[in-house]
C-alpha cells in the first residue's frame, strides 16, 4: 500500500536558487516510504531551497540539518523551514564535510548531474546547482564514497541522478563502501532547458541519442550494513 500524500507544502525559492521540478517531486515522494519518527535524524545534501528538508520534517523527521554550498541556498532552505512551521538546521558546507562526525538515519541527496562543458564546477551562479563536471558526476562520486561515514548502521541514502551519468558506476561505489543498493523509483521527463541547450555536446558524447528529447531519473536506494552479531 502506498503511503498518502502530505499536505502540500510552501515553498518560497529566492533569485539564484535551484527551482524545485521533477527530481525534487520523486524524492520527495520516496521519503513517504521511509519510517521517520521524532528520533529520526536526517541530513539533506545540496538542499536548495530546502524542499526536501521541509518534505523529511513533514514525513515525520524530528531532526533535519540541510547543507548547500551556497550562502543564498542554506537562507532559502531556513526560510522555508519557518514558512512551514518547522525549524531547519542549515548550514553551509561541501557534501558531509558540513557534518563530520554526526550520524544520520537518513540521507537525502538531489545534486548536480547535468555533464557541463568542463570539469571545473562554477564557483558562484546559478549553474552550480546543475553543472557536475564532464561526466555529471563531480558530487555523485563524492557523495557515494562518503555517505557510509554519516549513516548509522541500518542507516538509508536516497540519492537522485539521471542514466545519463552511469547508474552502475554509482552503484558500485556505494557497494564497495559496504551498501546494500537498489533501484527504488524511476521516471521519465522532458529534458529542461539546460540539457536542450547541450543536447550538441551530449550527442557528440555519445551520452544521448540524436533527436533525443527525455532522461530518464533514478533514485538509488543504498542502505548502510548492520555488523553482524559475531563482530561485537
Not at 52 to 79: E, M, P, Q, Y
Not at 133 to 154: N, Q, S, W, Y
Not at 184 to 201: D, L
Request: with cysteine.
Amino acid at each position: 500500500m502506498s503511503p498518502e500524500k502530505e499536505e502540500p507544502m510552501m515553498i518560497l525559492r529566492l533569485p539564484g536558487v535551484y527551482r524545485p521540478q521533477h527530481d525534487t517531486s520523486l524524492l520527495a515522494d520516496a521519503l513517504l516510504f521511509e519510517h521517520l519518527t521524532a528520533r529520526s535524524r536526517v541530513l539533506d545534501l545540496c538542499t536548495g531551497t530546502g524542499a526536501l528538508a521541509v518534505a523529511a520534517s513533514a514525513a515525520g523527521a524530528g531532526h533535519v540539518v540541510a547543507v548547500d554550498i551556497s550562502r543564498r541556498a542554506c537562507a532559502n532552505a531556513r526560510l522555508n523551514g519557518i514558512l512551514n512551521g518547522t525549524l531547519i538546521d542549515s548550514r553551509r558546507g561541501d557534501l558531509t564535510e558540513a557534518v563530520h562526525g554526526e550520524l544520520f538515519d537518513l540521507v537525502i541527496s538531489n545534486p548536480p548531474y547535468v555533464p557541463a562543458l568542463a570539469d571545473d564546477l562554477p564557483t558562484a551562479g546559478i549553474e552550480r546547482a546543475w553543472d557536475a563536471g564532464k561526466d555529471g558526476r563531480a558530487l555523485i562520486d563524492r557523495i557515494a564514497a562518503t555517505v557510509h561515514e554519516v549513516l548509522v548502521p541500518g542507516g538509508t541514502l536516497l540519492l537522485l541522478q539521471s542514466v545519463l551519468c552511469g547508474v552502475d558506476k554509482t552503484e558500485a561505489i556505494l557497494e564497495e563502501h559496504g551498501m546494500a543498493v537498489e533501484i527504488s523509483a524511476r521516471k521519465y521527463i522532458p529534458f529542461g532547458p539546460v540539457m536542450r541547450e547541450r543536447r550538441t555536446m551530449l550527442e557528440a558524447r555519445g551520452l544521448i541519442t540524436t533527436g533525443q528529447e527525455i532522461e530518464q531519473l533514478v533514485i538509488i536506494r543504498a542502505t548502510k550494513s548492520r555488523p553482524s552479531p559475531n563482530s561485537m
